[in-house]
């Protein structure tokens, strides 16, 4: 081997392992930082804090106040009156799924993992990481009315656009709307909502199989004991004596394994939630029942028509991710525009709902968003379609969500700490508090103010994006 070659071959070798370095280990440097002079969102216990400061050592925040002490050695930075609050989280994204997949129509199996298809080098993560987004859902690329299992994930942009894992199996994906030829009607909703049920159903049935085998298989080993007692004594009878041989105990069959029963199985032990694509009354009840007849931790995603239920939702541990800007009346009425993104053309609210009877007046509207704000019902903000674009405009929709009606620090928590608890990773993400992970955005104005412009954010600690001035 010459020199060329054994170069190439070490170039190689170094490269396969900067590859299968675990992600996790990519954290903030030892040396403490200090960022002083900023206004702190925490959306935490200690709530709004005016000119406070922030310690992060290791990748976490290690302390958070207004007057700290700080070691000599940290690094420290003068944000000179900046404003900022904890990463934005994305309840629900297509993010770092390729374009084909979008349009797959997927499995009906409960066990397909979205972390199976993702990209996790996607160039696209920092252009999403410069939008101050740090934390996302990943759903399943599916349209059948089981999608599957998704996934909350970490973007970094540190050394190379990377994501790492928050949660795998964060959540079970069904779907109980039927859109047939861009239609839909009660009996295919129906039909929806009973295949799923038959699917729990036979998970029980699974269940109680292997509880039957486990109790045989209990009676088999105590026979066997049994047996190999009875011979122990036999032989210290005389030897002459004759008896009757005890009869063998007969093994039961072992069921077989279902991979996708046993993810059902989780989903109705609580682990795994279930979350329910739904929009009309209907499909979100049929979602409701499924939750109290299994036992399930239901999470109703867009809902639009959630306010009719608020009520009924307030009694149960459901939890709502929806946007003032959905509206599934554009895959039904012939001639409505149609295009990824497009309710972020139509700001107004006469232009934002097609005209018609059952569309609410303005005031309606804003005041149901009210209303939810002081419910009991856990709700997030989600983008208004599957576009994975969509979710860089997080601000954006909380934005919108003031101007409905809900108040600025509701609707700052709809894309921080309340979608960061509905999606089971609040003890690492969501709000800035001492020992979580040092995701922050760093903004030259409020948060929800359309002119304020992203200038830095901080993954694990370390810059990730920072605006040329």
């Not at 206004?39 to 106040?65: F, P």
């Amino acid at each position: 081997m010459n020199k060329v070659q054994l170069l190439k071959t070490i170039s190689g070798i170094c490269l396969f392992l900067s590859l299968i370095v675990p992600w996790s280990s990519v954290s903030g440097s030892d040396q403490p930082l200090l960022l002083k002079n900023v206004k702190v969102y925490t959306m935490g216990k200690q709530g709004v804090l005016e000119m406070g400061m922030l310690l992060i050592k290791g990748g976490k925040i290690e302390e958070i106040g207004q007057d700290i002490a700080y070691p000599s050695e940290a690094e420290v930075i003068d944000l000179e009156g900046r404003v900022i609050i904890p990463g934005i989280v994305c309840a629900s994204s297509s993010l770092f799924i390729h374009e084909r997949d979008l349009t797959y129509p997927g499995d009906e199996n409960p066990d397909t993992d979205v972390l199976e298809g993702i990209q996790y080098f996607d160039p696209s993560i920092p252009e999403i990481l410069e939008y101050g987004i740090t934390t996302a859902y990943i759903s399943p690329p599916s349209f059948q009315y089981i999608g599957g299992l998704g996934a909350v994930v970490k973007l970094n942009s540190k050394e190379r656009p990377t994501i790492t894992v928050l949660r795998e199996k964060a959540a079970l994906n069904f779907r109980l709307e039927r859109l047939q030829d861009r239609k839909t009607s009660n009996v295919l909703r129906l039909t929806q909502y009973h295949k799923i049920r038959d699917k729990f159903k036979e998970a029980q049935e699974y269940k109680k199989e292997w509880k039957d085998y486990e109790k045989k298989f209990e009676e088999y080993e105590e026979g066997k004991k049994k047996l190999e007692d009875k011979k122990e004594d036999k032989s210290e009878k005389e030897a002459g004596e004759k008896s009757a041989e005890p009869k063998k105990p007969q093994e039961p069959k072992k069921p077989k394994k279902d991979g996708a029963k046993e993810i059902l199985l989780q989903a109705m032990e609580k682990k795994i939630p279930v979350r329910f694509v739904v929009h009309r009354p209907d499909s979100i009840l049929q979602a409701m029942r499924l939750g109290k007849e299994f036992g399930l931790k239901v999470v109703l995603e867009r809902g639009e028509e959630w306010e009719v239920l608020l009520p009924a939702l307030e009694k149960t541990s459901v939890s709502l991710l929806s946007s003032p800007l959905l509206d599934y009346r554009k895959f039904l009425i012939p001639g409505g525009e149609k295009g990824y993104g497009s309710s972020l053309l139509r700001i107004r609210g006469g232009e934002l709902f097609y005209s018609d009877e059952t569309s609410p007046s303005e005031e309606q509207e804003n005041g149901i968003w009210m209303e939810l704000a002081t419910s009991q019902v856990p709700f997030a903000l989600i983008p208004p379609d599957h576009f994975p674009y969509s979710a860089r405009f997080m601000r954006f929709y909380a934005g919108f969500l003031v101007k409905k009606g809900m108040d600025p620090e509701s609707a700052l928590r709809a894309i921080t700490s309340a979608a960061a608890e509905i999606l089971g990773v609040e003890d690492r993400v969501g709000s800035l508090e001492a020992g979580k992970d040092a995701d922050m955005v760093v903004l030259n104005g409020e948060p929800l103010n359309s002119l304020s412009i992203v200038d830095m954010v901080f993954v694990d600690g370390s810059t990730v994006w920072k605006r040329e001035r």
